[in-house]
């Protein structure tokens, strides 16, 4: 089994989250392979650039999901494993990259998002994260306040 390493970001703006729909009509959140000696922070910030067009910057990391499949072009089965970061945009604007294969994309309500994302694994990371980041920007503004 090949094992892939790769990154991803779970886009915040306010109450919003970024998902994107591939040419699969898969709503999943942005994320790509980590190779030539990248960083995996690195990987998220140019994936999340790359294909939804969103400047955004990390947080902090929630955490790792993994998947299997077969590739039928390798002719055996794959492990992709994502490192996933919490980001933030400064907007909820997002310019959808077709030539990576996605036909849609934007900035969805957390209960929307949660609605509308594929696979179950991607659900629980939207609700940890969107807790997880709550939690960070409370403790963002009581240090504002003690500064």
């Not at 306010?14 to 999943?28: A, F, G, P, Q, R």
Request: aromatic content about 10%.
């Amino acid at each position: 089994m090949i094992v892939r390493s790769c990154a991803g970001g779970v886009v915040f703006h306010n109450n919003k989250v970024l998902l994107l729909k591939n040419d699969k009509s898969e709503w999943v959140l942005p994320k790509g392979k980590i190779r030539d000696g990248f960083l995996s922070t690195e990987i998220a910030l140019n994936r999340v650039k790359v294909e939804a067009g969103v400047d955004a910057r990390i947080i902090s990391t929630v955490g790792e999901t993994s998947y299997e499949f077969f590739s039928l072009s390798r002719k055996q089965p794959v492990c992709n494993v994502i490192t996933w970061y919490i980001m933030e945009s400064p907007c909820d604007e997002s310019s959808i990259n077709e030539n990576e294969g996605f036909i849609d994309g934007a900035f969805f309500t957390i209960r929307d998002a949660i609605e509308k994302v594929t696979y179950s694994q991607d659900k629980s990371l939207i609700n940890l994260s969107y807790k997880k980041y709550l939690m960070l920007k409370e403790m963002e503004r009581i240090e504002e306040v003690y500064i």
